[in-house]
C-alpha cells in the first residue's frame, strides 16, 4: 500500500514500541486500524456516489453507444486463422495468375 517492506515496517515499529511504551501500542495500533478502516469506507462510498452520478448524467445514450461500441468492435475484429486464411488464398490466387501468364523471351 506504502510500497514499505518488512525490514521498515520492524524499524517504524521498534521506534514506535521505544517512543509510546509497550503498554499504549496495542492500543494506538487499534485506533489507527479503526482509523484507516472508516478512510477506507468513506473512499468507497464516495468512488460509489460518483459512480451513480455519472451514470445518471450519461443517461441511457451512453448505455445504446457503449453496446454499438461492443458490437462494432465484434463484428470488425478478425481472429489470426481467419488473416491466414485470407492471405493463404490470396497467395494461391497469386500464383496461379504468374502460371497462366508466359513469361516474356529475353533476345
Known amino acids: 500500500m506504502f510500497n514499505m517492506g518488512m525490514t521498515e515496517m520492524l524499524i517504524i515499529g521498534a521506534i514506535a514500541l521505544i517512543v509510546i511504551g509497550p503498554a499504549k501500542l496495542p492500543d494506538l495500533a487499534r485506533a489507527l486500524g479503526r482509523g484507516l478502516t472508516e478512510f477506507k469506507r468513506a473512499t468507497n462510498d464516495f468512488k460509489s456516489t460518483v459512480a451513480e452520478e455519472v451514470e445518471k448524467a450519461a443517461g441511457p445514450e451512453a448505455k445504446d453507444l457503449a453496446n454499438l461500441a461492443k458490437d462494432v468492435r465484434q463484428k470488425t475484429s478478425f481472429n489470426s486463422k481467419s488473416i491466414g486464411d485470407?492471405?493463404?488464398?490470396?497467395?494461391?490466387?497469386?500464383?496461379a495468375g504468374s502460371k497462366d501468364k508466359e513469361k516474356p523471351k529475353q533476345s
Open 86 to 95: 485470407y492471405l493463404e488464398t490470396a497467395a494461391d490466387v497469386i500464383e
